[in-house]
């Protein structure tokens, strides 16, 4: 029995995930929940999250959700979404705040590496709007999406990972940025799949049929 649990520890847009993924697993039970236990026995796990990552972690903890998040992104079927993606890692220069740790790598600002856009003007920050997705690996969450297929972002910081083989995607602004992480049982993407029409819901449905141990 597919039982995905989506990690409610009050940021993100949860609704809209839960949606979409009802909708593309309806044999799944889909749970949006901020206890502990439900998550733990949970077969899938998601943790979406917008806002500001400093007030996310300090949620998390409040919650008592930290160390089961940390558990799950080690041992089961695991989907991070924005800032489900960036609290991966070790830091993020938002607040200067340390991250779950349970990857290499620190999360900066856009304007750390660029100021400018393509035509010389101020780069706009955040960004925001619908933008192309590069694969750089094989997966069986990109199964049936074409490798610049557009997804949905919205965001001011991404990861840079010590780990170049961490890379599942990438996209431009202006410059290349990682905004897709694949490792073992671990998915994370920076854009929005719930709000990426037919790719995101193709991502998702990947997603709630996935059985990292056996397919990769």
Known sequence: MTAIAIVDYGMGNLRSVSKALERVAPYATVQVTSDPETVDKASHIVVPGQGAMPHCMQELDKFGLKEVVIDAARNKPFLG?????????????????????????????????????????????????????????????????????????????????????????????????????????????QFHPEKSQNAGLTLLSNFAKWKPHSSH
């Open 81 to 189: 979404i924005c800032i489900g993606l960036q609290m991966l890692f070790d830091e993020s220069e938002e607040g200067n705040v340390k991250g779950l740790g349970v990857l290499s790598g620190k999360v900066v600002h856009f304007s750390t590496s660029c100021e400018t856009d393509i035509q010389g003007g101020k780069l706009k920050i955040p960004h925001m709007g619908w933008n192309q997705v590069y694969q750089t690996m094989d997966h069986p969450l990109w199964d049936g999406i074409k490798s610049d297929a557009r997804f949905y972002f919205v965001h001011s910081y991404y990861v840079k990972s010590e780990d170049p083989d961490l890379s599942a995607a990438y996209s431009l602004y202006p410059t290349p940025f990682t905004c897709a992480i694949a490792k073992d049982n671990i998915f994370a993407v």
